[in-house]
């Protein structure tokens, strides 16, 4: 997961302005695969964001899978890297994850408060998915 996260970190080096660093978010956004219409419902509905996020998880062989999808490309890439760090991995590991790239790409200062509780509380939602599997399998 650390790896992961380092090479996000790596990636987001590479720009000089925010304004390149939100098109970069935007462009990973725009590559997440979309969510079936079916999975768009108010159960998968990320509470507390300003804009419409759905994510949805299945667990598989003892690791957990995410997959995600909003209606703001800039939240969808913010989505996307949750993803790209926590899917695959184990309830554990995301129940226990320090994710350090979101405060070293800088994205806390440049994120309004409103994406910033939004960030939040879709993470708050991958932790709990993480939390709900591993009472599942003790």
Known sequence: MNLLQEQIIEEFELFDSWTDKYEYIIEIGKKLPALDEQFKISENLIKGCQSSVWIISEFVDGKVFYKGDSDSVIVKGLAGLLIRV??????????????????????????????????????KQIKFYAMAYKVKMS
Request: proline share 3%.
């Open 86 to 123: 926590l899917s695959g991995q184990t309830p554990d590991d995301i129940i226990n994850a320090d994710l350090y790239f979101i405060e070293k790409i800088g994205m806390q200062q440049h994120l309004a408060q409103t994406r910033s509780n939004g960030l939040l509380m879709m993470l």
